[in-house]
């Protein structure tokens, strides 16, 4: 079964750069799905950032395409966000997930993100 | 971008009864619809896919209707286990866009 499990720092001060990782376990990252990274802000509204594919082709929400940047790792079968100039409002609980067909099959547990001087 | 719309943020039924959850889509996007449920502590799960199709383990309790704009997630006959979160996703353009969540509360 495909397991995907978010680290990375809790805590981020403003202005500075938000990066974490997704180790996934049970499935090869090129063999296939696009793998993503979502996240959902206090009060539950929930964004879809973008993805690399199994390919390593990206894709990002127009939203944030100035900021981010989601590479791989493919010999630790990992692949990494990083979100720069982060604000207050870029507090979140951040998901890593794996699409077929842009459909979100597996998800890792969540890791909350507060940016906070 | 395609804005979802759950219109109940909050539902509390009783187990044995049917709840309904519904998501508008702001222009239609066929039947490109999945719904995930989050329960507290564990990851999400995706149920239904394709506005209908039941994922792979979701139980036949759950069903989905609905294409164009207007889609509903059905529960028949609750169990305690089915609390938790509920959210709709559109996947028919980018960027992929989340309803807003509809908490489903056992009474």
């Known amino acids: 079964e495909i397991q995907l499990q978010e680290s990375g720092p809790g805590l981020v001060k403003p202005s500075q750069s938000l990066s974490l990782t997704c180790s996934v376990t049970?499935?090869?990252?090129?063999?296939?799905?696009?793998w993503s990274w979502i996240r959902k802000f206090p009060g539950n509204k929930m964004e879809w950032m973008g993805y690399i594919s199994y390919s390593g082709s990206t894709n990002y929400n127009p939203s944030l395409k100035s900021r981010i940047s989601i590479t791989r790792d493919t010999s630790k079968n990992q692949f990494f966000l990083q979100l720069n100039s982060v604000t207050t409002e870029d507090t979140a609980t951040y998901y890593c997930?794996?699409?077929?067909?842009?459909?979100?099959?597996?998800w890792g547990q969540g890791t909350l993100v507060t940016v906070s001087s | 971008d395609v804005q979802m719309t759950q219109s109940l943020s909050y539902l509390a039924a009783s187990p044995g009864e049917s709840v309904s959850i519904s998501c508008k889509a702001s222009?239609?996007?066929?039947?490109?619809l999945a719904w995930y449920q989050q329960k507290p502590g564990e990851a999400y799960k995706l149920l239904i896919y394709?506005?209908?199709t039941l994922q792979s383990g979701t139980p036949s309790r759950f069903s989905g209707s609905g294409s164009g704009t207007d889609f509903t997630l059905t529960i028949r006959s609750l169990e305690p286990e089915d609390f938790g979160l509920y959210y709709c996703?559109?996947?028919?353009?980018?960027?992929?866009?989340f309803g807003s969540g509809t908490k489903l509360e056992i009474k």
């Open positions: 222009k239609s996007i066929s039947n490109y």
């Open positions: 996703q559109q996947y028919y353009e980018k960027p992929l866009t």
């Open positions: 049970g499935y090869t990252i090129t063999s296939g799905y696009d």
């Open positions: 997930a794996s699409a077929l067909g842009a459909r979100f099959a597996y």
């Open positions: 394709s506005g209908s």
